[in-house]
């Protein structure tokens, strides 16, 4: 059993929100794509009728499409401090069956096949037990470069829809941040 400690504060829980959004393709691209598209569409109306001011408000829509990945983490910043948990530390229990984590006022336990999906980065890892929710087990958070490497590998064989950086898979990292190879 592989045992860490982490407590949900600001910087880890935007570590995982950064973790998080380097993978989800709809805010990486989509909707930035979305946003260039409209600007060049009723730019062009804009260009060829000024006087019509309903291409205005197609503008702003187009430029909240392509700025959202820029502002996303002020209002990320804001929500982090109303969580309930904010503060407290979370004990995670990993084995061959099930993910466990247990803080003050909160317990829960996970078998593996009920998680959707992990995302394993060089800075921690991410599980999913459903699409839009997950939880963050960072590096820091264990005592070795050996556990935080076992943690990966019962991730890795327990569930079924893995991700992983280019660091995880050739093991070119430790927990501190420092990076070799």
Not at 102 to 114: A, C, Q, R, V, Y
Not at 154 to 172: A, D, F, G, W
Request: charged share 20%.
């Amino acid at each position: 059993m592989i045992t860490c400690k982490s407590e949900i504060s600001e910087r880890q829980l935007l570590q995982a929100m950064r973790v998080h959004f380097r993978t989800a393709t709809h805010e990486k691209w989509i909707l930035p794509l979305c946003g260039i598209i409209l600007l060049v569409i009723f730019g062009n109306h804009i260009a060829q009728d000024p006087s019509d001011w309903q291409n205005y408000s197609f503008i702003l829509l187009a430029i909240l499409g392509f700025t959202i990945p820029l502002w996303r983490i002020p209002l990320l910043k804001r929500n982090i401090r109303q969580m309930p948990n904010y503060g407290k530390t979370v004990d995670w229990n990993l084995d061959q069956k099930s993910i466990q984590g247990k803080g003050e006022g909160f317990t829960f336990s996970l078998d593996w096949p009920t998680i959707c999906s992990a995302t394993i980065s060089k800075n921690g890892i991410l599980i999913y037990p459903q699409k839009k929710l997950f939880y963050w087990l960072p590096a820091e958070s264990f005592s070795s470069q050996d556990d935080f490497n076992l943690a990966i590998d019962i991730v890795v064989s327990s569930v079924k829809k893995t991700k992983m950086s280019k660091q995880v898979l050739n093991r070119t990292f430790d927990p501190s941040g420092t990076t070799s190879g």
